[in-house]
């Protein structure tokens, strides 16, 4: 006889005030029933983010528990390690990996690049026309401190706006593109192996708002590692109203700061939040940190004015095939 799946009575609790839920009580390993899974989503349409510990996933176990919640799109960039190939829909996060991508000195060079000091927050492939709907994130090998993630409520930073300004953006439209926030030297070979890694970029036109498609809230949708500018405006008007905004969304009272141990899951909803690793290790010799994360394939975002995002350049977000089993770009990595 088939397994029963597992029925789940979850205990959440709240994280900070604006963002964030620990959930205790669910094995995530477990064949969840429909029921448990329903409560899992509404949680995230509430908190935004969701943590779990002692979890210990496996690939095959991480891509099953995703796959309840939509399709898995195929991973940002090629990575062909063996344990990977039957799974193009994981991304390893690691700077160890990273080093021996694009080089030795890569951490430090590409934040030295920053345009500013919040340049690391991001939504997750908003560059892309339809970016992912939702992440799950799992760590496999933490530093015994450090190497912390950041999540913002976009939902909350939108509404922290005074009204003039919320209808103001409420028309507006942005370029993404996937590094506007450095300033990368081709002269520098590592830059220069960067640089050429995302010669064919992706690139899309967004609303500054978008409307979630699930819950009807509106969240702002721009990001100061993704967001290059807003359309319709000079560069001078553009920077200053970017400025602004990146300044609501990553407001200290927004936000949550999650401590990894190994075995812990993050979930969250790319739709309305962005995020940033800590990026306090990179400095430390020996810190090994590895994470691997796969994410649901998106909706196109809509406006509260009905605009509907357009791909500038590259392809959409796709889920894996026998055609497709490789990543369909290889863009360096996004931080965690």
Not at 30 to 44: F, N, P, S, W
Not at 132 to 140: E, K, Q, S
Not at 313 to 318: K, M, S, T
């Amino acid at each position: 006889m088939p397994e029963t799946p597992t029925v789940t009575k979850l205990n959440v609790r709240r994280a900070a005030g604006y963002i964030g839920a620990y959930v205790d009580g669910v094995d995530l390993k477990a064949d969840l029933d429909d029921a448990t899974i329903e409560q899992l989503r509404q949680a995230l349409y509430t908190h935004k983010v969701l943590f779990f510990r002692d979890q210990h996933l496996d690939h095959a176990a991480h891509v099953a528990f995703g796959e309840r919640f939509g399709p898995l799109a195929v991973r940002a960039r090629e990575q062909d390690t063996e344990e990977l190939i039957p799974f193009p829909q994981i991304l390893t996060i690691s700077p160890q990996l990273d080093r021996k991508l694009v080089g030795a000195d890569y951490e430090a060079v590409f934040r030295s690049k920053w345009v500013t000091s919040i340049s690391g927050w991001h939504v997750d492939a908003s560059q892309v026309v339809n970016p992912p709907a939702i992440a799950f994130l799992r760590a496999d090998e933490i530093p015994p401190f450090g190497g912390d993630t950041h999540w913002t409520n976009l939902v909350a930073a939108y509404q922290g706006l005074s009204e003039p300004i919320r209808k103001m953006i409420d028309g507006l439209q942005a370029e993404h593109t996937f590094w506007p926030a450095q300033q990368l030297d081709p002269s520098n070979p590592v830059e220069k192996k960067a640089i050429d890694m995302i010669g064919n970029k992706r690139m899309a036109v967004h609303p500054v708002v978008r409307v979630h498609p699930e819950t009807g809230e509106k969240a702002l949708f721009v990001n100061p590692s993704r967001t290059a500018r807003i359309m319709g405006m000079n560069p001078v008007e553009s920077r200053k109203l970017l400025d602004l905004l990146f300044e609501e969304l990553t407001r200290p009272q927004y936000t949550v700061r999650f401590t990894w141990e190994p075995g812990s899951v993050a979930v969250w909803d790319n739709r309305c939040t962005a995020h940033l690793a800590a990026a306090d290790i990179d400095h430390i010799e020996g810190a090994v940190r590895i994470m691997h994360r796969t994410s649901t394939v998106g909706d196109i975002p809509v406006g509260p004015d009905g605009f509907t995002s357009y791909a500038v350049a590259g392809e959409p977000l796709i889920e894996p095939s026998a055609d497709n089993g490789a990543p369909a770009d290889s863009s360096p990595r996004e931080t965690r």
